[in-house]
């Protein structure tokens, strides 16, 4: 049989029976989960000399199957805090620049991220796990920053209905962090979820599941990332170093009936869908080199209490389609970051603040989330459950004619790049403001408007650098979206209908507000001094 990743963490963070503690240590941040979120948000936390402690469950970093893709979005949060270049100089990576969607129309667009621009036009693929080692030796740098690894935590150390840190059982015994703050970043099968006593999570889209497995990579295979459906099967393959990391997409609870056939017709489906792997199936020689994953997304209605905060797939699971799992986990991340840095150093953390999270990073997640169950509903569900040879995703009526229109074309490439506003950390100089890019540092204002050639087709920034060239920094820089979401609404009904809406941004000189407008934000923009 596969392996169930479900039951497998499950087992991981059933509760224990509670012993005496062994240890008890004190800091101002306990995060909880060494994943994306936590990982970076203890980084962040540790830089700006903020007592931060992160528990791991496993006895490494190491995870199968987990999601690789790095961002643009991604990218620029961490060129922010000056390692997007060494990572990309350090952690093997492969790097994607086009990807054509498996659309059965001739000449069916293309989402190239040449059109973006700046710094990073293209999105990486790089395993998780060693990107997850170089941002905790990033952040072992710091004397503010502990890590500690097979910790499973099992309970919350709670005093008045105030959450004050975490109860973990380690190797060596019990053990207690007590902390002004927990922040749980324990993924999609979170402890501290269901530890926390929130208001059930609603369903946001209906449950797939997804059959993970590896093969070989050799010369002369494409590039990237490649999709196929065809006689009801549907195939996602993503292009790492040596192989590739192949996800074969299921109709929920069909799995038992895929094994019951066998693996031999298992490896006649996947030659069928993609013919050049013909030569590579034998490698499948047992259901133990699968992993089953079910993709069902979903979202507190509250993602905190007194003393603690949830973010990422603790807060709200996302799909892996357009692999948003890892983009917004790291944006919320960042987000928290930027609201709590000064509660935290102060040493009063209040339901206030921990709302404030929530409420800038809620939106982005309701929109991204009504996107993918409409691309669910409308587009790859009926690709997995159509029986017939054609090949390729079945589009609505009219669809195919509103795909040629390059605004909608850029769209999809808009949220993929950046999700829905997108966060950035604060700038490592405090006294310039919260940045988004390192515009100030390159000699550059952060306008918004660099990334109009993304409506007009204009590839170049020269005029619009130039029309600023005059300006000299303010005391504080502050970047804000002028208009309410949602603003992005996704229609599916005789065909695919987009909007956006216009927003501006505002420089103003105060002190940053909780709210960032990143470059590359997908909408219109026009830049205003204000004295």
């Keep these: 049989m596969a392996i169930d990743v479900e039951h497998r963490e499950r087992q991981l963070h059933a509760p224990g029976e509670v012993h005496a503690v062994v240890e008890v240590r004190h800091t101002t941040c306990c995060v909880v989960g ?9 980084l962040i936390l540790a830089r700006q000399g903020i007592a931060v402690t992160l528990l791991e469950a496993h006895s490494d970093l190491d995870r199968d199957f987990r999601g690789d893709t790095i961002h643009p979005a991604i990218l620029q949060i961490l060129d922010e805090i000056g390692l997007a270049e060494r990572l990309l100089k350090t952690v093997p990576h492969t790097r994607v620049t086009r990807i054509v969607p498996p659309i059965p129309i001739p000449r ?3 989402i190239d991220f040449n ?8 999105m990486v693929f790089m395993r998780q796990a060693e990107f997850l080692e170089f941002i905790v030796a990033e952040a072992s740098r710091y004397p503010t920053f502990r890590l500690v690894l097979g910790a499973s935590v099992r309970d919350l150390v709670e005093e008045d209905g105030v959450v004050r840190g975490v109860r973990y059982q380690a190797a060596d015994g019990w053990h207690e962090v007590r902390a002004l703050l927990t922040v749980g970043a324990d ?3 979170s402890r501290l979820r269901h530890l926390a006593g929130l208001p059930a999570a609603r369903k946001t889209s209906p449950p797939i599941d997804i059959l993970w497995f590896r093969l070989t990579k050799q010369p002369g295979d494409p590039e990237g990332l490649i999709g196929n459906f065809s006689m009801g099967r549907g195939l996602i393959m993503l292009e790492r170093i040596d192989h590739w ?3 074969y997409v299921l109709p929920k609870g069909t799995y038992q ?9 298992f490896r006649q489906a996947l030659s ?4 050049w792997l013909q030569g590579r199936v034998e490698e499948l020689r047992d259901w133990k080199q699968f992993s089953l994953l079910a993709v069902e997304s979903d979202r507190l209605p509250r993602w905190y209490r007194p003393g603690l905060l949830l973010l990422g797939d603790a807060a709200h699971v996302m799909s892996p389609i357009g692999g948003n799992g890892i983009n917004y986990a790291i944006q919320d991340a960042a987000a928290a970051a930027n609201i709590l840095s000064g509660p935290l150093k102060s040493g009063r953390v209040s339901v206030r603040d921990l709302a404030a999270v929530q409420r800038r990073r809620e939106w982005p997640t309701r929109i991204t989330q009504a996107l993918v169950t409409q691309i669910q509903d409308r587009l790859i569900g009926p690709a997995v459950k159509n029986s017939t040879r054609r090949p390729g995703i079945p589009l609505p009526p009219g669809a195919a004619v509103l795909l040629r229109v390059p605004l909608l074309q850029r769209l999809p490439l808009l949220w993929l790049a950046y999700g829905h506003l997108a966060s950035a950390p604060a700038s490592s100089s405090t006294s310039r403001g919260r940045l988004v890019g390192r515009a100030w540092r390159s000699g550059q204002p952060a306008c918004p408007r660099l990334h109009l050639k993304l409506w007009t087709g204009n590839r170049s920034l020269r005029s619009c650098a130039a029309s600023h060239s005059a300006l000299s920094p303010p005391p504080q820089l502050r970047l804000r979206p002028a208009f309410s979401p949602p603003d992005v609404i996704w229609m599916v009904n005789s065909g695919l209908q987009a909007a956006t809406s216009v927003g501006r941004c505002a420089c103003t000189p105060r002190s940053f507000g909780r709210s960032a407008l990143p470059v590359g934000a997908p909408r219109l923009a026009r830049w205003q001094t204000q004295t």
């Design 34 to 42: 060494a994943g994306p979120a936590g990982a970076i948000l203890a």
């Design 108 to 110: 069916p667009p293309t």
């Design 115 to 122: 059109h973006l621009g700046g710094r990073f036009p293209y």
């Design 187 to 189: 993924g999609r099968f």
């Design 245 to 247: 990391q192949i996800g």
């Design 257 to 265: 009936q895929v094994h019951a056939a066998g693996l031999e017709a």
């Design 272 to 275: 069928g869908i993609v013919p």
